[in-house]
């Protein structure tokens, strides 16, 4: 009976440390390896859903080991590298080689189909930059920093985006859409029009089969974007000549001389 019963405990013992080890082994698991990874993967599939998004990933760094927020970094900084080569002609380029889900998804395609992107683009540049990388030497690039600043903030706030930087000059572009989103506005409103201008006398059924070209008049809210990008270089040239930083290189000697 004692032998029974000893034997009865041990098996207890024996299924209670099995189930409190595996219950903390799972639990390790899930908070060093699975939830960090699945962190990642949100990240991923968040910047492959739009590549232009700043993203805060603070949060995101907060769970798993050392190496795991490595990882984790390297990821945010590699997105904020791709932004900024790729731009916002680029933004197709990133989301497509870097979405988890899909059936593409495990093929890196660096160069994907063309869209033609209909858009207003402006660009400016700092005029005599060769003088003043000559007399400026190593500070060029805190002057071409404040005006960076100056220009990056203005486009962004006013509903833009600095797709190129050129060293002394900056591409700037204010996105109308891609050309088939803007056929299918196009070919709405045409056929609202044509419903609210149909007479059962019309002879020549052709005369109402327009062209697939993009209208740009028939596209809701582009005058508002067009006084944004307008206003946008304005309160560039107004802020390039209002910052105390930039001002400060006008009463520069070196670049009197």
Same mark, same amino acid.
């Given at each position: 009976k004692e032998e029974a019963l000893s034997g009865i405990y041990m098996t207890l013992f024996v299924v209670f440390m099995l189930v409190v080890l595996s219950s903390q082994f799972t639990g390790d698991a899930q908070k060093l390896v699975l939830a960090p990874i699945e962190s990642m993967m949100e990240m991923v599939n968040m910047v492959a859903d739009d590549p232009l998004e700043?993203?805060?990933?603070? %949060?995101? %760094?907060?769970?798993g080991q050392y190496e795991t927020k490595v990882v984790q970094i390297a990821i945010? &900084?590699?997105?904020?590298?791709? $932004?900024? =080569?790729?731009?916002?002609? =680029?933004? @197709?380029i990133i989301s497509t080689n870097m979405a988890v889900e899909g059936e593409r998804s495990s093929v890196l395609e660096p160069i994907v189909p063309g869209k033609r992107i209909y858009a207003i683009f402006g660009f400016c540049d700092i005029h005599a930059f060769d003088i003043c990388?000559? &007399?400026?030497?190593? @500070?060029?690039?805190?002057?071409?920093?404040?005006?960076? $600043?100056?220009?990056? @903030? @203005?486009?962004? $706030?006013w509903g833009g985006l600095c797709n190129r930087n050129l060293g002394n000059a900056f591409l700037m572009v204010w996105r109308i859409g891609d050309e088939n989103d803007l056929q299918e506005i196009n070919g709405r409103r045409r056929r609202n029009s044509q419903r609210a201008s149909f007479s059962?006398?019309?002879?020549? $059924? %052709?005369?109402?089969?327009?062209?697939?070209?993009?209208?740009l008049r028939r596209i809701p809210g582009l005058d508002i974007l067009a006084d944004k990008a307008l206003i946008g270089f304005?309160? #560039?040239? #107004?802020?390039?000549?209002?910052?105390?930083?930039?001002? =400060?290189?006008?009463s520069d000697e070196r670049l009197k001389s």
């Open positions: 700043d993203y805060d990933f603070t %949060s995101f %760094s907060r769970n945010q &900084k590699i997105t904020s590298l791709l $932004r900024i =080569g790729f731009g916002v002609a =680029g933004a @197709e990388t000559e &007399k400026l030497e190593d @500070e060029i690039m805190t002057f071409v920093n404040s005006v960076a $600043r100056i220009v990056h @903030e @203005e486009v962004t $706030r059962p006398n019309t002879n020549n $059924r %052709s005369s109402n089969i327009r062209s697939l070209a993009v209208d304005l309160k #560039v040239i #107004v802020e390039v000549n209002r910052d105390k930083q930039v001002l =400060g290189y006008r």
